[in-house]
Each structure stands twice: as structure tokens, then as C-alpha cells.
């Protein structure tokens, strides 16, 4: 079974040419090694994917070529215990990281309507 299929089977990708784009960006690893979105895959191989911050690393338990319900689609792969505690770390990480929502005016990005008014008040314009 092609690779980009399977993982849009199991629902890693909402389509699957996003999964291609994955596989050719190189944020998908079969085996520990790069490969091509048509690249056949067996039960037992090894993904490692990669999405944004978070890495998940899946042994290959069934092959299915439809996109089932959810529960299905978990029962296509098993996570590994070391991916499972890595992604908790790094969730917990960029959750302690993230900027609380209640910064000051000003800190948040682009000026709004009104912090655009006081600063043109302040300038005396």
C-alpha cells in the first residue's frame, strides 16, 4: 500500500495530497529514511511523522485503504511509548511557553482601531 494513502487513511491528513506534500517535504520517514509518496508499506514498518512541533513515531499494525471512522483508524497503527511521553513533554512545553491572553494593549501584535487613536493622540495629530 502507497504511503500517502495509508496515512490519509489514517486520518494523519485530512487529504491525501497534503500527505504528499508531507512525504516530498521530508517530514515523513519510513524506516528512518526518507522516501517518495508511492513508496509501498508493509505491516510492522516505522513512520515518523512530523507535524509542525509535534513528532509522532507509529509502527504500522493493518493496512486499509478506505478512511473510516476514528476508531478504525487507530487500530491501523500503534504510537510507540517513547513518542507518546516526547509529545506530552513538548505539549506541556509549549503550553508553559505560550503568552498568557491577558497582555497589555500594545503587546498583542497590530495596533487596534483604539491603539491606533491614542497614538496619533499622542503624537498630536
Same mark, same amino acid.
Given at each position: 500500500?502507497? +504511503?500517502?494513502?495509508?496515512?490519509?487513511?489514517?486520518?494523519?491528513?485530512?487529504?491525501?495530497?497534503?500527505?504528499?506534500?508531507? +512525504?516530498?517535504?521530508?517530514?515523513?520517514?519510513?524506516?528512518?529514511?526518507?522516501?517518495?509518496?508511492?513508496?509501498?508499506?508493509?505491516?510492522?514498518?516505522?513512520?515518523?511523522?512530523?507535524?509542525?512541533?509535534?513528532? *509522532? /513515531?507509529?509502527?504500522? =499494525?493493518?493496512?486499509?485503504? =478506505?478512511?473510516?471512522?476514528?476508531?478504525?483508524?487507530?487500530?491501523? *497503527?500503534?504510537?510507540?511509548?517513547?513518542?507518546? =511521553? /516526547?509529545?506530552?513533554?513538548?505539549?506541556?512545553?509549549?503550553?508553559?511557553?505560550?503568552?498568557?491572553?491577558?497582555?497589555?494593549?500594545?503587546?498583542?501584535?497590530?495596533?487596534?482601531?483604539?491603539?491606533?487613536?491614542?497614538?496619533?493622540?499622542?503624537?498630536? =495629530?
Amino acid at each position: 500500500m502507497r +504511503i500517502d494513502k495509508w496515512l490519509w487513511a489514517a486520518r494523519f491528513f485530512k487529504t491525501r495530497s497534503q500527505a504528499s506534500d508531507a +512525504i516530498a517535504g521530508g517530514h515523513i520517514r519510513l524506516n528512518g529514511e526518507r522516501s517518495k509518496a508511492g513508496k509501498v508499506i508493509r505491516v510492522g514498518d516505522t513512520l515518523t511523522i512530523a507535524r509542525g512541533k509535534l513528532t *509522532y /513515531e507509529v509502527v504500522v =499494525r493493518a493496512l486499509d485503504d =478506505r478512511r473510516g471512522p476514528a476508531t478504525e483508524a487507530q487500530a491501523l *497503527y500503534a504510537e510507540t511509548a517513547d513518542s507518546v =511521553r /516526547e509529545r506530552e513533554r513538548m505539549i506541556a512545553f509549549l503550553k508553559a511557553t505560550a503568552l498568557p491572553d491577558n497582555r497589555p494593549p500594545g503587546a498583542r501584535g497590530r495596533p487596534s482601531k483604539r491603539d491606533r487613536r491614542q497614538i496619533d493622540q499622542l503624537r498630536g =495629530r
